[in-house]
């Protein structure tokens, strides 16, 4: 945008000096075949996306945020090519690229599922609670990993609004995977999704989500030695991290002959939270993990601890009273499951099925009857997504022929009546414009999209439905965890962990740490080696940053014998 820019002024100046500001300012291309008028507004545009683009615009005005750039990315584009009609040259690369990445998203736009809450531990309403937790029910064949994030949109709160959030758990369940997020209230926006959420517990939800497993996602698995360091809600990446470890031990622990095959890394989890209730999106499994091969050391920088839930005025030792509390949530779920489960097997058909079903009015023109499904890829796969990107170029390419053709045809019409086609040339560059984007969009999406959403449409079955029960069935092994006092106890009262009343000091936590991969390194007989993820407000990422800088010996720091390898788990927007 700074050459841009540097370009526009300088032939402002240049008018100026000369003279004839208004005359080449305002010129819409009839003193030569560039419109100087359309490059202007073309160069407003692109400011508008540069200034909304600033960090504290992005963070206290999303939707400003939003918009502008929904609007202002066409007309920057399309004045651009008015402006200089060969200008397609410079941006169809970038373009095609964006184009094939809009159509593989734009696969999952009319799909519309739902997002059920995960009802509180504690007996505090769901308004009052700091963070809430959503699972979306996916298909077996949906992709997903940790560091992921999707966008979620809320009909019932906007059509046209997408907010990004990081995924804290991708689980396998009897009938597909869970994608768990949790939602802090911060803002309009999570203010109103969690009063929606309090007045009912599912609501209509379309996901854009990212296409298969990356594998430079899985790069924690690169480390013999983790430190995990994390603030508030940020744990969320970090979590999912965890819990995609647990899921490994487990898968290993299938075979009891076969238990000593996990050999997963050590981690050491620092959490940091101004709101102890922050400290309940954990769960049991995380908690029993930190008996084996997780260290978790959990801070609170508020100024008393104090549980936001009637428990918290409950001692450690009272497990009595979370064994009976744990019973009683335990037969509500099966009560609620029963009660689901008895809906669908007494409806044998599938009409009756349906029926009991998630059902929103004008959900998708290819669900049935208002019914949502779990969560489906329309990206197949890797090669799925090939595929549609390689069209989306050849449709660019197509884009270009055509224009080339409109061009060649008018300026022979021109030249034959004798008309300076000078003054028109801005209709080549919008002819382009409309060309190459109509096929670069229009033909992936015709051939590679579409063709994908009928055929799930042709094999639909009523068992595909999704209902309450399945909320239920996949929530069977879940032990959430209440903050009690100043511990955080799991719901059953098995483990509990103590929470510090202070900040963490990030070199003790980093010299700790190193001692570690160092017995671990000698015993494998490879370099110590520690990857450091970091995940939260950036005064946090600052401060990590800085530490391991010096603990790798920069800044004025000594080494500690130990390579520290930064991650940035989590970014603000």
Same mark, same amino acid.
Request: proline fraction near 5%.
């Given at each position: 945008m700074v050459i841009l820019t540097l370009h526009g002024c300088l032939y402002y100046l240049y008018w100026i000096l000369k003279g004839d500001f208004w005359k080449y300012a305002l010129d819409w291309g009839t003193h030569s075949s560039i419109s100087y008028l359309a490059g202007t507004f073309s160069?407003?545009?692109?400011?508008?996306?540069?200034?909304?683009?600033?960090?504290?615009?992005?963070?206290?005005?999303?939707?400003?945020?939003?918009?502008?750039?929904?609007?202002?990315?066409?007309?920057? @584009?399309?004045?651009?090519?008015?402006?200089?009609?060969?200008?397609?040259?410079?941006? +169809?690369?970038?373009?095609l690229l964006y184009a094939g990445d809009v159509v593989m998203r734009s696969g999952q736009l009319g799909s519309l599922t739902a997002a059920g809450v995960v009802p509180p531990a504690s007996e505090k309403s769901l308004e009052d609670a700091s963070v809430v937790t +959503?699972?979306?029910?996916?298909?077996k064949d949906f992709k997903a990993c940790p560091l992921h994030d999707?966008?979620?949109?809320?009909?019932?709160?906007?059509?046209?609004?997408?907010?990004?959030?990081?995924?804290?758990?991708?689980?396998?369940?009897?009938?597909?995977?869970?994608?768990?997020?949790?939602?802090?209230?911060y803002g309009k926006f999570t203010g109103q999704l969690i009063h929606q959420l309090a007045a009912k517990q599912y609501l209509p939800v379309r996901v854009r989500s990212p296409v298969g497993e990356d594998a430079w996602q899985h790069s924690w698995k690169e480390y013999h030695t983790l430190l995990f360091i994390a603030g508030g809600v940020g744990i969320s990446p970090l979590l999912c991290i965890i819990k995609d470890l647990i899921s490994c031990?487990?898968?290993?622990?299938?075979?009891?002959?076969?238990?000593?095959?996990?050999?997963?890394?050590?981690?050491?989890?620092?959490? @940091?939270?101004?709101?102890v209730q922050e400290f309940e999106m954990m769960d049991a499994d995380v908690l029993k993990a930190s008996e084996d091969w997780l260290t978790l050391k959990l801070f609170s920088t508020a100024k008393t601890i104090e549980g936001n839930s009637p428990l918290a005025k409950l001692s450690p030792s009272t497990e009595g009273d979370l064994q009976k509390l744990s019973r009683e949530n335990s037969s509500s779920d099966q009560s609620a499951k029963s009660s689901s489960s008895k809906d669908l097997t007494s409806s044998p058909s599938t009409i009756q099925k349906i029926s009991s079903a998630l059902v929103f009015p004008m959900s998708s023109p290819f669900s049935f009857k208002g019914?949502?499904?779990? +969560?489906?890829?329309?990206?197949?796969?890797?090669?799925?997504?090939?595929?549609?990107?390689?069209?989306?170029?050849?449709? &660019?390419?197509? &884009?270009?022929?055509? &224009?080339?053709?409109?061009? &060649?045809?008018?300026?022979a019409y021109y030249e034959e009546a004798g008309i300076d086609d000078n003054r028109y040339s801005w209709i080549t560059g919008l002819v382009w414009f409309f060309c190459q984007g109509i096929m670069a969009l229009g033909l992936p999406y015709a051939l590679a999209i579409l063709p994908v959403k009928i055929y799930k449409m042709w094999r639909f079955k009523g068992e595909d439905v999704l209902s309450s029960a399945d909320f239920v069935d996949a929530r069977a092994n879940f032990v959430?965890?209440?903050?009690?006092?100043?511990?955080v106890t799991s719901f059953d009262g098995e483990m509990s962990i103590e929470i510090t009343r202070s900040r963490p000091d990030i070199p003790e936590e980093l010299l700790a740490v190193a001692s570690v991969a160092q017995e671990t390194a000698k015993s494998i007989g490879l370099p110590s080696q520690v990857g450091v993820y970091?995940?939260?407000?950036k005064a946090l990422n600052q401060g990590v940053m800085n530490a391991v800088g010096q603990a790798n010996g920069c800044c004025g720091g000594t080494s500690m014998g130990t390579s520290f390898v930064l991650h940035k788990a989590t970014a603000d927007l």
């Open positions: 160069l407003v545009f692109g400011w508008v996306l540069w200034a909304t683009s600033i960090e504290w615009c992005r963070r206290k005005y999303f939707e400003v945020f939003y918009r502008c750039h929904l609007v202002c990315f066409v007309g920057f @584009t399309a004045f651009a090519f008015m402006h200089y009609f060969w200008s397609w040259s410079y941006f +169809l690369p970038g373009l +959503l699972d979306i029910q996916a298909t999707i966008f979620l949109l809320f009909p019932s709160i906007s059509r046209w609004q997408w907010h990004p959030f990081t995924l804290a758990a991708v689980e396998k369940t009897p009938g597909g995977n869970t994608l768990r997020v949790h939602i802090k209230h031990q487990r898968a290993a622990q299938l075979d009891g002959d076969k238990k000593a095959d996990f050999k997963g890394p050590k981690i050491t989890l620092v959490w @940091t939270c101004r709101n019914a949502v499904t779990r +969560l489906q890829p329309d990206v197949l796969n890797n090669f799925h997504a090939a595929v549609i990107m390689s069209l989306a170029f050849i449709g &660019g390419l197509l &884009g270009t022929y055509l &224009g080339a053709a409109e061009f &060649g045809e008018r300026s959430p965890c209440i903050a009690c006092s100043n511990r970091v995940a939260g407000p």
